[in-house]
């Protein structure tokens, strides 16, 4: 006789209280970015869930959170169908676009009778996520299957994949139908894609193009303890087999999914007409590289459920509904060949030239291709079909070559041993990752660049000194550095190409005006290394004149704030090179006078770096970080003994104690507040 162990109704309690707990931590964390607890917390959940089913195993269901880890491998992927057949969307690229597709569907319900003559047609308005589609079958509430979309009538059984998702529920709360099949997207964030790509690499392993193509390969694996350890993510925007649709709209019906517990984009919308819509994409387009995931468009859907019925398919797409695309952010090209850039300091740059390609709204030829590591690293051979991604105003970039697609031919890349504009050695320390051109300002390349550096507008400002005129004063041998601009005359600019009397004069003019510049901006002008435009400020208020500057001790720069032994020290090295000295005696012969900077309003917290720990009551990290930055403190990540005060919040940890042990003043939010108030 086997004895039934009878399980305590109080340990029932607990292991539903600590699952619930746990979902609901989930959700918080991969649905709305906005975790309420610390991973330590969260482990310590689990742990606890983990240990009582380790006692009353009876109670371990598959719909536990602890479940999610992955269980055993599956032998090959089976096939679906799909009860109700997945399409796509048509495409629109701009305005006229949508347009059209308005005044289709306006005149397709108002025939129908379900649109007035003069109303405007809604639609719910949301994120086209940059994924890959799924479909989640629940019955009774409970996840039963899982698939990829496939061509549309059938996809492959993901459901091994779908449940290591912490995103996605294992069980509906209350009110979930007979039959509900949720249509979403699986999708990787962009930070969570560069960690795994990193993760990767450390491990020797296959490193992935972009978030959507690893999101692809993570559901397409038969060992589901793989997925779990991808951070694959899921949102809901619609439904197929459904019993029976409990509301008449589309907005409704997303509202119910996310009742039901599943993961929804809260960025949607219901706008009307065509103004509405595109309004709404414009508005995306705005944000769209901050957030956390890729787009690659917007998704107009007729909010009324009937209105959709009535227009229904053409082919294999939706009457009903339009994807609006943003201009791609990445498209594939050739590499035809990997050129040398030499910058300022010397720096080489290998940069892709490639076939033109329209990419982010510009035709391309160049793009980036960082260091000689990276190259290696994303293994580019010349000849490479590539892909290339300009985003938002980033420079162009190569991700990386389309392996299946490289020819017997691709010649790898060598980089020079000598600087191809000078002929001096190129070295690359064993630190770094840049190689650099050793011939400093003997190299043409590197003369032309700190003049446009210091032509620049956060330097001397000097207005109509481009880079083809740069090219010629350096390359005819009238301009050396920076001081013989200042001999410039009218006459000498006219016997350049593209130069009209009017440019030459106005450049003059420019450089007149640039004979008076702020200490600040002349220090900056210089190039010295380390030294940016908020040093060099500090620098010009610290120490007063150039030459105060040139003279100073390493303590004395020291004592300037922001200058660490780094900036010292390149300081002191730039003014040890005789031709950096020639250069500030030649300004000062040339009649460059530097005027003191004025003196900025000093601010409540002007100097003082205060340090944020733990979560304060009513003020998230970011809030109280702009708060303290626009009193002029400054937000570090470390307690020292400079920090001025330590704000410290609920479950503050080994920073408050830190600042306890270093006699550092801790506030708590409210001291925060009265601090700031007292300005
Ligand atoms: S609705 C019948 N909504 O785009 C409507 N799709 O081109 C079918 N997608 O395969 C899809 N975001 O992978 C819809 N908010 C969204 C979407 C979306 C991304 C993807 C989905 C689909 C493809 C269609």
Known sequence: MTAVTQIPAEVIRQVEGLRHEINAHNTRYYVYDAPIVSDAEYDRLMAQLLALEAQYPSLVSPLSPTQRVGGAPVAAFDTVRHVVPMLSLDNGFDADDVRAFDRRVTEGLRDSGLLGAADKVAYLAE?????????????????VQAATRGDGQQGEDVTHNIRTLRSVPLELKAGAPEVLEVRGEVFINIRDFERLNQAQQGRGEKIFVNPRNAA???LRQLDPRIAAKRPLRFFAYGWGDLTTSPLPEQSGMLDWL???GLPVNPDRRV??????????YEQVGERRTQ????????????NSLRGQDVLGFVARAPRFALAHKFPAQEETTTLLGIDIQVGRTGAITPVARLKPVFVGGVTVTNATLHNEDEIRRKDVRIGDTVIVRRAGDVIPEVVGPIIERRPDSTVLFQMPTQCPVCGSAIHRAEDEAISRCTGGLFCAAQRKQSLLHAAGRKALDIEGLGEKLVDQLVDSGRVKSIADLFSLRVEDLLLYDRMGRKSAENLVAALEKARTPTLGRLLFALGIRHVGETTARDLARHLGSVDAVMHATEEQLLAVPDVGPVVAHAIQEFFAEAHNRDVIA????????????????????SGKTLVLTGTLPTLTRDVATQMIMAAGGKVSGSVSKKTAWVVAGEEAGSKLAKAVELGVPVLDEEGLKALLASG
Request: aromatic share 10%; no cysteine; net charge negative.
């Open 291 to 302: 957030l956390p995931f890729d787009i690659d468009g917007v998704v107009y859907k007729v």
């Open 127 to 143: 994120y086209k996520f940059d994924g890959l589609a799924v479909s989640l079958r629940y019955e009774r509430g409970q996840l």
């Open 216 to 218: 692809a390969g993570s």
């Open 271 to 280: 706008v009307k007409g065509a103004e509405g819509l595109l309004s709404f």
């Open 586 to 605: 030649a300004l000062e012969q040339a009649g460059v006078r530097p005027q003191l900077d004025a003196e900025p309003v000093r601010q409540l917290l």
């Open 258 to 260: 996310e009742s039901l």
